[in-house]
């Protein structure tokens, strides 16, 4: 069944009072970030603390995050909290904090115990960490004596959050008003631990509020909680939110996806062009405009000298920057790209960190191919952006990818994405006809080696087609995924939401 996809505007619906809206995440750039989830609750806040909304956003303050560029303040009615975890109890506090990238306060939770060490997930504790994340943001808005009339989750991590209304806090007339709105930006991973975690989270004694075959099996799996009890659910692109009611992408979640199918909806992601715009992108050595693509080739020359590579006028290089992991199709690169590089003049450098067989592959890459192969394991920012501005083409050939944001900052750098059609890339992305001179990238279907070789042998061909690749570049360039249109979609839905009481 298809999900209902409503793309109207904010002002198609009558004007009306700024909104309170609460912001639960594990991430928000730039604070603390893994991936594009930290991306998108960063803007979404920004958006709406731009438009007048009254918000409040909460995230973990974690061992790894860089203090020193924040000021935090105290808030009285926030100090000495407590929350009972099993037979004991966690004891934390939550500040305000503000950062010089960040145009709005944001709250921290901050409980050393849980919220130690470098890494943000993971350990044998995860699942407490993330309930009490989820528990203090409502026991935040009862001291505030804050209502808000949107409560809006972020994955596994908070997705909690309207299970805990309807329980543990069902009793506080404070969320009388209150719509819950979980965002599925990957159902790829949900939250999963076995139920004998029951008594550490307090659910104990709301068993009939989670799935009774999970509970059977023993397990408790906090997005699928989220999905049975959010009052809206949306994703972060039309085409992932047709995809996921499939087992093929539905990770297990598909049926109880299926039950509410008219509380689904895809609003694709928006770009933060601030951050990700080449004719003011401080983070590249030359800035560079569609009408005017010389910087562009002076970064490609200067990539190619750091990491590594060898310029030859003519040779394409393509980029990669991802996480290294099952979803993101790297099996298709190892599969077809080596011998493509024997047969083929171009070049790769390639950013991300991940699995260990997909790192070991793109090591053994330099050594086969010296002055043509480069990789950079880690997480680097600075490098993401000089990859994008420096690169011709950039591959995403991703097994699933709910909206992605690479391929969309690639279009607007002038570097022809070439993707597979699933998700957000199949949403952002036109296959390009050089009949018609129309589209932006190259897409293919099939998730196999002979898809993705088609693809790069298009794509390489392309290159080769001066005006051809011209026009595709221009037209890349020429894209527009502002979070201006997306956070007003957003908008839209919690005001029908909260008109008509359901989604
Ligand atoms: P996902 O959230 O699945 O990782 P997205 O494309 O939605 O994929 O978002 C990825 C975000 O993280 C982008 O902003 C991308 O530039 C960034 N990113 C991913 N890997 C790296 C890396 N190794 N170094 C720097 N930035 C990275």
Known sequence: MAPEQIQTREHDVPKASPLKIFIAASELTPLAKSGGLADVTAALASYFDRNGHDLRV??????????????????????????????????????????????????????????????????YDEHVRFALLSRAAIEMCQRLRFAPDIFHVHDWHTAMVPVYLKSVYSWDSLFKQTKTVLTIHNIGYQGVFGNHVLPDIGLEGSTELLDAEDLYYGRVNFMKSGVIHADLLTTVSPTYAREIFEPEYGMGLERRLRERHGSVIGILNGVDYEEWSPESDTLIPNTYTSEDLAGKEKNKQSLMAEVGLDYRI????????????????????????????????FSLVALGSGEHDYEQFFEWLIREFPGRAAFHRGFNNALAHRIEAGSDLFLMPSRYEPCGLNQMYSLRYGTVPVVRATGGLADSVRHFDPKTGQGTGVVFHDYDANGLLWAMNTALKLYGNKHAWKQVVHNAMQQNYSWDEQGAIYLNHFRKLLANGTA
Do not use: N, W
Request: aromatic share 6%; proline share 6%.
């Open 314 to 345: 003519d040779r394409p290089l393509v980029g990669m920057v991802t996480r290294l992991t099952y979803q993101k199709g790297i099996e298709l690169v190892q599969q077809a790209l080596p011998d493509l590089m024997r047969k083929k003049d």
């Open 58 to 123: 909460l995230l973990p303050l974690y061992g790894s995050m860089d203090t020193s560029v924040l000021s935090i303040e105290i808030v009285p009615e926030l100090e000495g909290m407590e929350m009972p975890v099993g037979g004991q109890t966690v004891a934390y506090d939550i500040v305000r904090a503000r950062a010089a990238d960040v145009g709005h306060d944001v709250f921290l939770l901050r409980c050393p115990d849980l919220f130690h060490g470098e890494m943000m997930y993971g350990g």
